[in-house]
Each structure stands twice: as structure tokens, then as C-alpha cells.
């Protein structure tokens, strides 16, 4: 189907979410495809959802280029968990995760 799942790196100021110094805002890791067309289509399908999404471009060297969806921007953690929520519900995404972008005071 070209649709793979896989965990990528995020960008160093991003971590799991949890406590922690400085504030921030979390993110909705939600899939990673190897086409454009794919995550584009999923973005899509997001926002009609009235969820904010997006993809960005990962190029992993040897294991290719990658195009990591994400929904983001949220300033609280109980509307992020909601989407979150309302993303595992859909059929393929049961394994999008909450990330944390910290930003030091």
C-alpha cells in the first residue's frame, strides 16, 4: 500500500512528554509515509476533522526520505490528549503519541 508506520527522530528540543523545566507546547505524532501524495492525503483528512495537521520532510540518509505527520501547537495538554484520542480512534493510527516541544524560560 506504500503506508508504513515507523518511529522517526524528532528534533532535539522535542521530548517525551512528562515534567520538566520551561514551558512548551505538545505535538500529536500520528504517522510517517515514504510519499508525499500519502501524507498529504492524511493531513487532509485531519483537517476536515477540524484537527490541525501537517507534514514535515525527514531525510534519514541511508533509510530514505520520510514524511512525518503531525498535529501541533497545542498549548494544553488536555486538548492535545483529546485529538490524540480521536486520531488512535482512526482505523491504522492506534500508535500516534504525544510529544512534548519544550522551550526554555
Do not use: C
Amino acid at each position: 500500500s506504500g503506508r508504513y508506520i515507523a518511529v522517526l527522530p524528532i528534533t532535539e528540543v522535542e521530548t517525551a512528554v512528562g515534567t520538566g523545566n520551561g514551558t512548551g507546547t505538545f505535538t500529536i505524532q500520528i504517522a510517517s509515509f515514504t510519499r508525499t501524495a500519502h501524507a498529504a492525503e492524511l493531513v487532509a483528512q485531519l483537517q476536515a476533522e477540524g484537527i490541525h495537521a501537517r507534514f514535515v520532510e525527514r531525510d534519514l540518509g541511508d533509510r530514505g526520505r520520510w514524511y512525518q505527520v503531525l498535529a501541533d501547537g497545542y498549548v494544553s495538554l488536555a486538548a492535545a490528549e483529546a485529538d490524540l484520542s480521536r486520531v488512535k480512534q482512526m482505523p491504522g493510527y492506534a500508535d500516534a503519541r504525544l510529544i512534548r516541544d519544550i522551550v526554555s524560560n
